[in-house]
């Protein structure tokens, strides 16, 4: 690690600073901070990556750490990604404290370091829309008149004053996006268009809003050949990571409900003028009840604009460009498949972090599962094979651990599948196959019926002892508990089909109707 250049990281817990960290860690010694905690953000351990949990705009400890680091040899770069910004247009004092003072803070403290490069993390939004049928280029001024782009205009500004004494760099990102989505107003516009909501097939004026966007595996390419460049670069000087062009809301309406539905729907297309009139009215019904919607007033003079972008220099200056693949476009069906098979992810990733609203109960429930199905999985088989003599199921003590372990995220799977859509009919359906599996190989009901009842009592047990399932006891009970017992339903009648036996309390062991299938490696699973 000592022999490896030295970068730091401001807003290393961010969307982009987590996946820069996973991505250079190795390459570089990184310095990352943030004002959360590593373990309160969940951002990856990395070999060669310090963890400094602090303010960037806090002047002494930002001073006292980059001394630190110059006495310990300096750095090679700072990127320096910490910035506020939210989509509501109202002000708010991280403004000013974290984009503009905080970026004076590292700007003044990083003087001493000697570094190769400075590199300012601005926006393709902190300039204002090109007329119609131009682009925005790397000349392009930063004349955004917004709260964000206005902040983002006084980073890039600082960087030309002090080009002189430290080598500095503008980026300039697109809107960036992951496949769970991860960028506010995209989440917004797939949440309303696959929803059954009044308003799910609304475009504002003709649909031809419109910006970059960015997949962020391209944007860490991007940022390593930017590394890589670092001493080679003019002062000050200002590179686009972006795709050229713009994508609409009327191409994204289109992909997103095509693959959601087999066909694009089409649009209503709402006049500017009315449109803006309508997102006026909504937004005070919102301040009346106390349930704002995202779109702002201020949104509405951006309709039919397009952000056009020309960053065909800096692809030149780079060698480097946007796969194909990445495009927004031909990612959408991703990000609907994503929507689809993990919306608790999807929610968490999304409204949750980006918004701080609260999950629906059941992705509530659906999340706390996942955060605990290992510790779930190895109860589960404990409260299987380590039972009293006269409790002991013999089939299932004397599995394998491995095939414990591969039968019961069979299990977990086919639970967290009903949980998520809400319906038992695949839950059930998995029960009966496992039911007709284990009455062939000579499992007694009773032992069947124990091991999901067993599962059962696990799953609720270390749910419900989660601070964050407080208020879910009803859904626990709705969509864990209702659903194992249509499961153990679903057992009994495959037994009284295949052996004639009446569903009681009785344990009885038939014998197999038909030759067992081999044990291992098993189809399905059962506890």
Known sequence: MSTLPR????????????????????????YAIDRRSQEESGAPDRPGVSWHHLDVAEAEPVTRLFEEIRQAGGAQALLHLAAYYDFTGDPHPEYERTNVHGTEVVLEAAQRLELERFFFASSVAACDFPPPGAALDESSPPDGSHLYALTKRFGETRMRAV?????????????????????????QFLDTWLSRRWNRSVLGGRGNSAIPYLHVR????FLERALDLRRDLAPAEVLIA??????SHRELFHAATRHAFGRARRPVLVPAPLARVGIELRDRLGRMTGRRPFERPWMGRYIDLRLAVDASRTRRRLGWSPRPRLEVLRRLPFLVENLRGNPAHWYELNRASMH??????????????ERHQEEIRATFTRALVERPPDERLPHYADLPAADHAWHHRQLMRSLLTAIRSGERGTFMAFC???????ARQGVPLGALREALTTFERVCRRIVLADPDAAGLESWVRERLT??????????????????????????RAPAPTRPAPPVSPPHLSGR
């Open 7 to 30: 970068l730091i990281v401001t807003g290393a817990s961010g969307f982009l600073g987590r996946r820069v960290l996973e991505a250079l860690a190795g390459r570089w010694r990184i």
């Open 163 to 187: 080009a002189g004494r430290m080598p500095t760099a503008i980026l300039r990102f697109a809107a960036l996006f992951s496949d769970w989505c991860e960028y506010a107003p995209l989440f």
């Open 218 to 221: 391209d944007l860490l390419v």
């Open 242 to 247: 972006s795709p050229d062009g713009a994508v």
């Open 356 to 369: 701080g609203g609260p999950l629906a109960p059941q992705l509530q429930l659906l999340r706390l599962i």
């Open 432 to 438: 009966r196959d496992l039911a007709e599996r284990r």
């Open 482 to 507: 209702v659903t194992l017992e249509f499961g153990v339903d679903a057992v009994e009648e495959v037994y009284e089909r295949l052996l004639g036996i009446v569903a009681t309390g009785a344990d």
